[in-house]
């Protein structure tokens, strides 16, 4: 049933909703106190660079971005023994609200949010705040396996060269779309930016604006490639540097800090939401690949159509045939599906091409100054938690890779203008598209029984919330996403 899990299995402080098929790393009282020391010893640095507080954000099964915040000087504790957060924080839907048809949604448990000392960064050096991604654990200190930047990072180990000398090495990066806006207007919603798709007009208008965030970016050490006017009023796009994969999924949590931290300097909301207003374009948050066998690029260099290498259009393949269920994973509310239409190059066909806009998967192929060959997915917005997609990309492209699949033909032109039956349609909606999540027996392996059951259930209550309201509701409903509650 919808929810519907079976809560007699959880217990009643939620600790035996972590049992896996897999073991989980365990902090014991050597590694806490090592975390202890490592801490103590940078805090003197970032205590001179004017940062006094510090916030530790996970993402949770919805997509929002959660935290606590801490005093810097208590990073040495907070190191060893993290702060208190309720397993009910993954039964926070869209709006904030708890389903309480979830598993997870009762008061029982604690988990224990640690901050990954790596990660710290400058959020606002104006205000003195710093962040830090965090992962969950148990009180006895094994790994929370919930906990969705966990899953992300053991994917990433297996994935990684480390894991039985396969040599394999993955590299991401993310696009962010969003629209600077204020409330009101007849959809509540209006621009706040004028000027043209992509025109140097919204430039010079926004420029102030945009000067501040590039100054916001490099003032938290994350590199960005480019940095300008989307196509949709009032709409920009921020392309980051590609890095490892659980490196890519930080930055795109600490980039949209920024974005929502700058704008709101400027009296400005922004807004991530795949969908605004029904006559808007939406936003996406394309996820870009590259990959490599021992240093030899898989997706350019080959024989294969677009440069494909042999491996390269089984990873191809692979992940075109996972792209069905792997789409809760990138699109997580319902009207993320309003905008995969057609003709709004969201690119809602089951179909690849070599940079064919409309189609899931595009290639790029390697660039004249040595950049390697892309795999685009386009599908993906940023309702996403990106950890939660990274990993599950990572245990598509595995299995593509160990059991090899031929490659259809790239699509050439408008998927929609081909002939019946050659570029299927992705799911039309959430409901749809989590049947095909639920009888993934990759993903399901992948992230274990408990994550992708209750990761199943908050998308079932994002189904329920959209039950009877109208398309122009709905879509108000998360127009300011992830802003909530205003």
């Known amino acids: 049933m919808a929810g519907g899990a079976d809560r007699s299995k959880d217990g009643p402080a939620g600790r035996d909703a972590s049992v896996t098929d897999f073991p989980l790393p365990v902090r014991g009282v050597e590694q806490r106190e090592a975390d202890a020391r490592h801490a103590g010893e940078r805090l003197p640095e970032l205590l001179a660079r004017g940062l006094r507080r510090l916030a530790i954000t996970f993402v949770n099964h919805s997509g929002a971005v959660l935290v606590k915040g801490v005093p810097l000087e208590r990073l040495p504790q907070v190191a060893r023994d993290g702060v208190g957060f309720s397993p009910v924080a993954d039964a926070f839907g869209a709006t904030g609200l708890i389903d309480p048809l979830q598993s997870l949604a009762r008061p029982d448990g604690d988990l224990r949010l640690i901050p990954v000392l790596d990660t710290i960064q400058p959020l606002d050096p104006d205000t003195g705040w710093a962040w830090a991604a965090g992962e969950r654990h148990h009180l006895d200190g094994s790994l929370y396996a919930l906990d969705q930047r966990g899953f992300c990072r053991r994917q990433s180990a297996l994935a990684g060269p480390e894991a039985g000398g396969s040599g394999l090495g993955l590299t991401a990066g993310f696009e962010i779309e969003w629209m600077v806006g204020r409330a009101g207007g007849p959809d509540g919603w209006q621009a706040a930016v004028a000027g043209g798709p992509y025109g140097t007009d919204r430039l010079i208008e926004g420029l102030d604006y945009l000067s501040a965030l590039a100054d916001g970016l490099d003032a938290a050490g994350l590199p960005w490639l480019q940095l300008h006017p989307e196509y949709g009023s009032g709409q920009f796009e921020l392309s980051l540097a590609p890095g490892e994969p659980l490196q890519a999924a930080d930055r795109l949590v600490a980039a949209r800090l920024v974005i929502q931290r700058i704008s709101s300097r400027f009296g400005l909301r922004c807004s991530f939401s795949p969908m605004l207003a029904p006559d808007l374009v939406g936003n996406g948050g394309h996820l870009h690949l590259s990959a490599t066998r021992e240093g030899s690029p898989l ?89 939660l997609l990274l990993g599950g990309v990572m245990a598509a492209i595995g299995e593509a890779l160990r059991q090899p699949r031929p490659l259809p033909a790239p699509v050439v032109g408008d998927p929609a203008a081909t002939s019946a039956g050659a570029a299927p349609r992705l799911p039309l909606s959430l409901a749809d598209a989590l049947v095909a999540f639920r009888a993934s027996p990759v993903l399901r392996e992948a992230m274990g029984e408990a994550l992708h059951r209750t990761v199943a259930e908050a998308r079932d209550a994002e189904v329920r919330r959209g039950e009877g309201l109208s398309q122009v509701d709905l879509i108000a409903s998360t127009c300011c996403w992830p802003l909530s509650g205003g």
């Open 299 to 387: 997706l350019g260099g080959g024989t294969g159509p677009g440069g494909l290498t042999a491996e390269g259009e089984a990873l191809v393949a692979g992940l075109l045939e996972q792209l069905p269920a792997l789409l809760p994973l990138a699109c997580s509310l319902n009207v993320s599906f309003l905008r995969l239409a057609p003709g709004r190059w969201a690119a809602p066909f089951q179909v690849w091409g070599v940079e064919n806009r409309e189609a899931a998967l595009r290639l790029i192929p390697a660039g004249p100054a040595g950049e390697p060959a892309q795999l685009e997915l386009k599908v993906a917005d940023l309702s996403a938690n990106p950890y």
